[in-house]
């Protein structure tokens, strides 16, 4: 079944410094890709989503890059605050599965002020 | 702001016991789904409900078994608990479970402990 993996699985960084999270995966018949972002305790928050028609996605300090060919994302965070700091976490969906998501390990950003 | 409301926040069980875990949505969705983290495992996919039908099922375990009496619901029974089955359960929910591009929202999880 499809395998979604990320790197770095933790991550520390000064604030303002932009970071970049790859991920790959391993299914080409997947489609949709969301990102997830989970505080301590907290849910995961929705952040951002591409789909396999696209390159480029950006909404505000985010950046989502795909490539279809070598089954590759990467998210690139700018100007990073104390409050990205979390795990981020990678996902993929099928065109087949009703919704389900194949999530990666994670990556854990600290923040330092 | 709490549409997904998930119940109780933690549980601590004793092994054999059983457990339900609550789900309700206040989103208007159509979708629902389950899935498990534990300190072993990345997030897990465990069920999708679609309109109160089960759409798939990756759990090898029987004891496992949502339950949907309404549309905004999808309770979560555990049987014969295990240590193993301690782990952060997360309900989500999309507009349609149809729809692969569908956004999932995610409760903030109940956290069950098995001893």
């Known amino acids: 079944g499809e395998q979604v993996e990320q790197l770095p699985s933790s991550l520390i960084v000064q604030e303002g410094a932009s970071v970049l999270i790859n991920c790959s995966y391993t299914?080409?018949?997947?489609?949709?890709f969301p990102w997830y972002k989970q505080e301590p305790g907290k849910r995961l928050q929705f952040i951002i989503d591409i789909r396999s028609n696209m390159e480029r996605k950006q909404t505000q300090r985010l950046t989502l890059l795909f490539d279809k060919k070598t089954k590759h994302l990467s998210l690139h965070i700018t100007a990073t605050q104390p409050g990205d700091s979390a795990i981020y976490f990678c996902?993929?969906?099928?065109?087949?599965?009703?919704?389900?998501?194949?999530f990666g390990q994670g990556t854990k950003l600290s923040i330092k002020p | 702001d709490p549409k997904i409301i998930q119940k109780p926040k933690y549980l601590v069980a004793v092994t054999g016991s059983e457990k339900i875990l609550i789900c309700e949505q206040y989103l208007g969705h159509n979708a629902m789904y389950w899935y498990r983290q534990s300190a072993k495992k990345p997030l897990e996919f465990m069920f999708s409900?679609?309109?109160?039908?089960?759409?798939d099922n990756q759990t090898a375990s029987s004891r496992f078994q949502p339950q949907s009496s309404k549309k905004n619901h999808l309770d979560l029974q555990i049987t014969a608990l295990k240590p193993d089955d301690s782990a952060t359960y997360f309900c989500?929910?999309?507009?349609?479970?149809?729809?692969?591009?569908?956004?999932?929202?995610f409760g903030p999880g109940t956290r069950l402990l098995v001893l």
């Open positions: 989500a929910s999309s507009q349609d479970g149809w729809g692969v591009q569908d956004t999932q929202y």
């Open positions: 409900y679609s309109y109160q039908k089960l759409m």
């Open positions: 996902s993929a969906s099928m065109n087949y599965n009703q919704g389900k998501l194949i």
């Open positions: 299914d080409s018949a997947s489609v949709y």
